[in-house]
Structures are given as C-alpha cells and as structure tokens.
C-alpha cells in the first residue's frame, strides 16, 4: 500500500475499511505532517489534535461496531476558517474579530461530521475571505509547494496549501468570486465551484446576493465528487434548491460524457484589457486540442457579455464586506483593503443595490443565451502563474490591490455571478523562472450539470493524469 499521505480521500477510507490501517494511525501521521510542513505553506490557523483524536476513537468504535456506511470513515478534512466549528475558535482571517469560539457547528461541518472525516483544523483565510490571496495579518501567508515564494491563492488558501503538500487528502473550501478555483490553480489541485442552490449555506448562513457557494479542494475528480454528495444537502427554508443526480456525483465520474460541444475563450471578461500570460493561453489551448482528439466539438466561444456588466458583481462584493461582523470600534484593526470595500459599500444606494441584482440577472440571461450551443465552457482558471506572496496586496492603494486582483482572475467570477458551476483541473505545467508550477484549466457548465462537469473532468484525469506530480514541499 502507498504511504498514508499519498492516498486519496477514498483510497484512504477503503484502508480503513479493509482494515490495512486506522483512524489514529492516519490522524498521528496527518498531525506528524501538518506540525512539520504546515508552517511552510501556511496552511493552519489552529490545529485541532484533540478535538480530531476524540472523533478518530468514534470512528474506530463506528469500524468494531461494523458501522461504517459513512463514506468517508476517519479521513482527515479541516475546516476553512470563515465557518464555525462548535468548541473551536473562529478568526475570519482578521485581526478585528479576536479569538471567539464558535457556539455551533456551521451546517457543512454538521455534514463533514456526519459522513465521519476528523476536522484536525482550521485552515488559514484573508479576512473575511474577500482577497484572491491569503495574507492574513493575524498569520503568515499560505503559499504553494510548487514554490513557497508564490502565494496559494485565495480565499481558500490555505486548504489548498494542506492538501497539495499531501498532508490532507481533502480539504473545506468556499468559492463568492473563485476562492476555490484560484487555490486549486496556483496548487495544482481540482477545484470545483458548485452551483447555486446546489449546497446550502444552512441552517445558519443566508445567500444574500448568491455569490458564494461550499465546496472542497482535492487532488483528484473522483474525490471532489464524494465531496459534492456529502455536501449537497438542503436545509428547510432554502431559497435556492436543485434537483439531485440520477444517482450520486461520484457515479458521474465512472460514466462516459458523450460528445460534448465545448466552447474554447481566452479573451478576459470582466476586463477586456488584461494580458493573459502565453502560458495560460497554452494550457486552455492544448486542453482543447486534448478534448477534440476525445471526440468532443470544439469551437471558439464568444465573451457572454460586456465588461462593463461585471461592475454589478463590484457593488455586491462591497456591500458583502460590509455586511462583515466586525465589533464596534474594531474598524482600524482591518486591512486597508477590507476598509475601502466597506467605505465603497456604505455609498452603494439601496436603489443602486437592487439594480446591480438586475444588472447580475440580466447578465446571467444574456450568458445563457450566447453559450446556448455549448455544453461546456474552457478557459484558463487565471491570467498568470501564481502570483509572488505580496504582488497582489497592496496596504498603501487598495484601489490598484482590487484592480491587481481582478487582471489575475479575469474569468472565475463570472460563474459566481451566473451561479453555474465550474471546476479548475492541473492539466498542464509551466517552468517559470527555473521552476515547473501549475496551470489551471477552468471547464464551466450549465446550471445544475455537475454531473457532466465531472464525467468530462474524470475522462480528462484518465488522459492526462497528473497524480504522480509532486510539489517540493510534500
């Protein structure tokens, strides 16, 4: 059998079940690894060794009783920090909101609990999770393995650090303008952005304007679709509902997608000035070239609206910072970056907020009706390699931060504003500056077509695998 750390969240729970190995063997060796490498990429705000040791005797007592329809039995799965965790301290990446320790379990920790995975942590998050890095001030900077001068991505940062320096199979995630999709790109990993409606923020979070949406990082399709049927839960009073697969997500992996039309865009959309790194061009590129020699057809996909739309999704985000629970007389503490978008919520009108939804729905139509030939969308998950730690932020002009940000994702948030899905794959490699780093190729699909997102992702993972690929800090 391959070391513990090399398995995936499934290989590791079928071991479990066979009996090759246990949930305290595999949580010393996940807590051996997180100590040791943790630091390195930034991954954890709190390690949670008893919290997950206690959960690890359940699962064993679960495995005597011969209790183990969970599917994933004693895996270890942190938390990102923007969800609470009864009984353990929540930062919301910001130094404003001290140390306060969660009275509940958020609804996916409920789920993740349930489907018996060891919360060993919380991973580490920018405040708020608002930035498309993590360079919180309360922590050091999640950064890849590829290259720990590189920045992991965020919001979901440090997840995806933990789970590309193999010290957990599968991580928590969350995704309001590509915080899933732009660590899995940066760490080499799957990233899928579920759609709307298709896991709930319940039973103690609220939509608001549907952005963001729960999911997890992985390295591999497969367990990025269990993932999905532990999380795709509703919770009564949902606004937001879709109907369930034919039969589970993971099943999806194992069936053939047929021949899809796929939509080939490399031109930005929510900025049409942006210069797209030739190597993110080339990954969509030959990830098309590998699609037609599949079978599938593949054609150019036009842009599916006017920049200019995408200043809807501005005034949301900025009224989402606002919207933060930060105490009363906490301001000063947050970062230059959270205080202008909430400076920039609080002169959005309520007129001028209900006609950004407008402007978001109208644009959601009028994608539809452009990509209405098209099963599948390609794009590059981003417009360069992963960003250098501390190329992004910028303290002294949030202005030109937030302008920085949105010229290195000028694809991801357009899914979050239609609210389909979308999922980042490894499938291709670049040397930068002597060093081979990932690229993220980003497949988009209708509303509710999971299922032909990870039958597509899993057949492309069958023609260029990348699992054998393994980071300096692993």
Not at 177 to 204: M, N, Q
Not at 262 to 291: K, R, S, Y
Request: proline share 10%.
């Amino acid at each position: 059998m391959p070391e513990i750390h090399e398995l995936t969240a499934l290989e590791l729970a079928a071991a479990i079940r066979a009996g090759q190995t246990s949930p305290t063997e595999v949580l010393d060796v996940t807590l051996e690894r997180a100590e040791r490498l943790g630091p390195q990429v930034g991954a954890f705000v709190t390690l949670t060794p008893e919290f997950a040791r206690q959960q690890a005797v359940a699962a064993e007592q679960a495995l005597a009783d011969q209790r183990v329809d969970t599917p994933l039995l004693g895996v270890p799965c942190p938390v990102k920090d923007l969800n609470p965790v009864a009984g353990v301290p929540i930062r919301w990446g910001s130094a404003a909101m001290g140390e306060e320790v969660a009275p509940v379990d958020d609804g996916v920790v409920m789920l993740l609990r349930d489907a018996g995975t060891l919360m060993i942590g919380k991973t580490n998050t920018p405040e708020f999770g608002l930035p498309a890095y993590t360079e919180p001030d309360i922590m050091a900077p999640a950064r890849t393995p590829w290259d720990t001068r590189r920045s992991a991505g965020g919001s979901s940062g440090g997840a995806a650090a933990a789970v590309a320096a193999g010290i957990v199979p599968v991580a928590h995630g969350s995704d309001g303008g590509g915080s899933i999709r732009i660590p899995a790109s940066a760490c080499g990993l799957v990233g899928l952005k579920p759609s709307r409606g298709r896991v709930s923020p319940g039973p103690y979070q609220v939509d608001g304007p549907g952005l963001a949406v729960n999911g997890a990082l992985t390295r591999d399709v497969r367990d990025t679709a269990v993932m999905l049927d532990i999380l795709a839960h509703h919770w009564p009073g949902d606004l937001f509902v879709l109907p369930g697969p034919r039969t589970t997500f993971l099943d999806a992996c194992e069936r053939e997608p047929g021949r899809l039309r796929v939509g080939i865009l490399t031109t930005p959309v929510i900025d049409a000035n942006v210069t797209v790194d030739p190597a993110c061009i080339e990954a969509a590129e030959a990830t098309a070239t590998l699609l037609h020699e599949l079978g599938h057809h593949v054609e150019r996909a036009p842009v599916p609206f006017p920049p200019e739309r995408w200043a809807s999704f501005e005034a949301l985000w900025s009224v989402m910072a606002l919207m933060a629970p930060v105490p009363p007389g906490s301001e000063e503490l947050l970062v230059p970056l959270t205080r202008w978008l909430r400076e920039q919520g609080r002169s959005v009108l309520g007129v001028e907020y209900a006609q950004a939804v407008g402007h978001v729905q109208q644009a959601t139509r009028e994608a539809a009706a452009t990509w209405a030939a098209y099963d599948v969308i390609v794009t590059p998950t981003l417009a360069r390699p992963p960003a250098m730690v501390g190329s992004l932020r910028d303290d002294d002009d949030p202005v030109a931060d937030f302008a920085a940000q949105v010229a290195y994702t000028p694809w991801t948030s357009v899914w979050n504003l239609t609210g389909w899905p979308a999922v980042s794959l490894p499938l291709h490699w670049s040397v930068v500056d002597g060093v081979t780093l990932p690229i993220g190729v980003m497949l988009g699909g209708r509303l509710g077509d999971e299922e032909t997102l990870l039958s597509l992702a899993a057949q492309l993972e069958t023609a260029r695998p990348w699992r054998d690929r393994r980071p300096p800090v692993w």
